[in-house]
């Protein structure tokens, strides 16, 4: 039997043995606290190892090099700007791959308001990737869709964490000349299960379903505000969220609710 980690802290449930395994014998699951964890089919399992051998958060040494050079940037479109949550370059990279037919991966959420990682082939929906979402996002098989486009000559901008981009790395095996991997400044990740609680609580708070959260909003400015959208008599209202008063921004400020 094929035993994937000992102890939970050895996972980031960054989902790159679940892309591997060729019997799709593993499949991510929530544990109590809403953290995903790879759980193992003994019965289709083949004992391969590839589980093993991708895991780059056990198998990969941190290198210790350093950055070849060092940018800071902002985006030039003031309406770009205005809904990205810093300084709009994931925007700028997006449009740069759609130029050359490409497409993007990126965290949006789904229907439930659950983060997980998509693909978009226009900068139509970009929006959906825009802003930072503060609960880890499900890689579902984007890895295994990633190399698919990358084996068709077609360029990829994939962006996530930086254990996901590590995750993705691994998966691949090798470079790509037309890959651009971009990770994000992250201090760790709720679990998208606390999220969904929070987004109940919201929704007895004001007595409406939320349709939309923004966790960086800059319509009021450049500070960290939220912003909650919600529908209530078949009328959309908006409120902001100040970090202070939220139990779901202290608990993650203060890095209590991290996997």
Not at 19 to 32: G, V
Not at 159 to 187: E, M, W
């Amino acid at each position: 039997m094929v035993i994937l980690f000992n102890e939970k802290k050895n996972c980031c449930g960054c989902s790159a043995c679940m892309n591997i395994c060729p019997t799709k014998a593993i499949r991510m699951s929530e544990d109590e606290n809403g953290f995903i964890y790879p759980i193992i089919n003994n019965h289709l399992c083949i004992n391969c190892g590839l589980c093993l051998k991708v895991c780059s958060f056990q198998n990969v040494p941190v290198s210790g090099e350093k950055p070849i050079a060092t940018y800071a940037a902002i985006n030039k479109n003031e309406k770009v700007l205005l809904s990205s949550s810093s300084g709009g370059v994931f925007s700028a990279l997006s449009a740069l791959i759609f130029e050359r037919n490409g497409v993007v991966f990126g965290s949006a959420y789904n229907e439930n308001l659950e983060p997980e990682h998509v693909c978009l082939d226009n900068l139509t929906d970009i929006k959906k990737l825009q802003s930072s979402k503060y609960a880890q996002s499900r890689i579902g098989v984007t890895y295994t869709e990633t190399k698919r486009y990358l084996d068709n000559d077609r360029w990829v901008l994939f962006t996530g964490t930086p254990c996901q981009i590590a995750g993705l790395k691994s998966f691949l095996g090798k470079n790509y000349n037309r890959l651009i991997t971009a990770d994000l400044v992250c201090h760790g990740v709720p679990s998208s299960e606390f999220f969904k609680g929070y987004i109940k609580y919201l929704e007895n708070k004001f007595g409406g379903k939320v349709i939309n959260f923004n966790f960086r909003d800059k319509s009021k400015g450049w500070s960290i505000l939220g912003k909650v959208v919600y529908e209530k008599r078949n009328k959309l209202f908006k409120e902001t969220i100040i970090p202070i008063e939220s139990y779901y921004y202290n608990y993650f400020l203060k890095g209590e609710i991290y996997r």
